[in-house]
């Protein structure tokens, strides 16, 4: 049981699913045109539509099929997806002569979507054309100054539609709504850890049988969690951990020591100069990942011939990786995933991905409840195609040595200082830029690095570590004297979005 949420390119559509969510709701994305077919096969108990960047008087605007709200479905709209709702049951809809942006006021709020919240709301707008008319049986619910219609429900049926974005922190209340749309539906809030982690204990049994698996492990918590889930459901498997040379400092050693005594049946394959054969003259980004991937899969087809014979492929792959690969139609490519965007066409195994539905956040969840140590749940997370994609331009084995030797002493510090548990992800990237500096009494022409550290949830929006200044500077001194050839250390405050975590 699902609530499918239509995407029509809003950029607070994944805030949308990750809301549901919290309210122990289970809620998944597809485009803003799926079939009815397609939204039925997640037997949704409910749908919403998101907003958009559009204008729904463009002549492409992108509309939900006429089956899909003819179905029944209780629905919600949100901004774009209100207007939708309300051209599609015969209200009238007026072009916006100027937009509403930021905070507003609601007053008189009032209906279903209101229950137990105050007359007068703090909301968060975003939005240039609005409901100059409700269609037949539909009642107002909120008004602000600039807006007339700020909310609207249908007095029979379960309709209801929001001007405002209720999914973004601005909305202080927007969770109460949301959940009170929820009720409105009749939704089942049964999304909680446990039942979570039951289901794909019985996905797992159900979809392998007594069929072998090859697991590509790379230690972090994402695979980590897939193999012991593994275990747990009884499957025989085979984890193959890669040490591609593109690892951080000491890596290898510590996934070996952390992974072997949870009964994890770990090979390990020294595949370095592979990798850095197929990177050799590479630089753009989504041929690193590409190129990764296939050495990826070359390199589990041999210890599948090796090991096996395997039937499935599993992989560790979390939503957001689906997500910012285009895992749907309309969705924008952001970056080919290693593991998802970056793998041929032709596999020789079937894929098997448990996690690919869930956050990184819920994969924490499912790995305590699961017995991993602190330390593995709680890892920094790092990308699949490792540091090839935190050096920018080409990879070689002198660049990695450089950029190995610099991110360690960044972490070094923030553990030393109590900040590694303070950030989500941490790193740091060897730049193409040279900088002319003085080392001793002589000219220096060193390389530029960049720090990055953010805070975040889930991967999908993240905001820069405001790092004491004193910190950043003890730091910047240690990775010039400790790292000779880094002549300058700079630090990254772009969130995300606009910007990604990762550089590459």
Known sequence: MSVVILDFGSQYTRLIARR????????????????????SRHEPQALLLSGSPASIFERTAPRPRPEVLDSGLPVLGIC??????????????????????????LSHSHGPLFKGLPEELEVWMSHADGVEELPPGWEKAASSCECSVAAAYALEGKAAGVQFHPEVTHTPQGTALLANFLDMADVRRDWTPENTLQMLLDEVRRKVGSDSVLLGLSGGVDSTTLAVLLAHAGVDHSAVFVDHGLLRRGERQEVESAVRPLGVN???????????????????????????GAAFIDVFEE????LGPFRF?????????????????GAANIKSHHNVGGLP??????LLEPLRFLFKDEVREMAKLLGLPAELRL???????????????????????????ADAEFVAALREHGLYDQVWQALAVLTPARSVGVTGDGRSYGHVVALRAVTGVDGMTADWARLPHEFLDQVAGRITRRVPEVG???????SKPPGTIEWE
Do not use: W
């Open 379 to 405: 890892r920094h997370p790092f990308p699949g195609p490792g540091l090839a994609v935190r050096v920018l331009g080409e990879v070689t084995a002198r660049r990695l040595d450089i950029l190995r030797r």
């Open 313 to 329: 492929l599993a992989q560790g792959t979390l939503y957001p990786d689906v997500i910012e690969s285009a895992g749907g139609t």
């Open 303 to 306: 210890q599948a011939r090796r």
């Open 80 to 105: 774009y997806g209100m207007h939708c709702l309300v051209e599609a049951h015969g209200g009238r809809l007026a072009r916006g002569e100027r937009r509403e942006y930021g905070r507003a006021l």
């Open 266 to 292: 770990l090979n390990v394959v020294d595949a370095g100069s592979l990798f850095l054969d197929r990177l050799r003259g590479v630089q753009d980004p989504e041929e690193k990942r590409r190129a990764v």
């Open 345 to 350: 066409q032709h596999l020789g195994f079937e």
């Open 488 to 494: 300058r250390v700079v630090y990254d405050i772009t």
């Open 20 to 39: 549901l969510r919290e309210l122990n709701a289970f809620s998944v994305v597809l485009p803003g045109d799926a079939s009815l077919e397609e939204i």
